[in-house]
């Protein structure tokens, strides 16, 4: 049975990569950081990997995603589904800073 250290070096490699929430629990500070982590490695993935990330925070979403997927209450259903209209790459201050994120965020 693999190390749990091993799990996400065999995650890279996977063509999807699955997370559920995994900022959620973090401080602001280390959040950032991860998410900035997460963009960087993916960014820089050849071939691009697809991540499904799974998220209550709607500024998380907007700055990670392309695509963003909102589910209604149980039983899950879709209410809707959103391209994000800001171009990559997404420096987070000039993201925030951007009206396109203001309506972005309205548009939920």
Known sequence: MPARGDCPGAAMGAPVLLMDEPFGALD????????DLLLEVWNSSRPARTIVFVTHDVDEAILLADRVVVLGACP????????????????????YLRPSFRVAQSSH
């Open 28 to 35: 602001p500070v280390n959040r950032t950081r991860l998410q």
């Open 76 to 95: 899950g259903r879709i209410i809707a589904d959103l391209d994000v209209p800001i171009a990559r790459p997404r420096p987070r201050r000039q993201t």
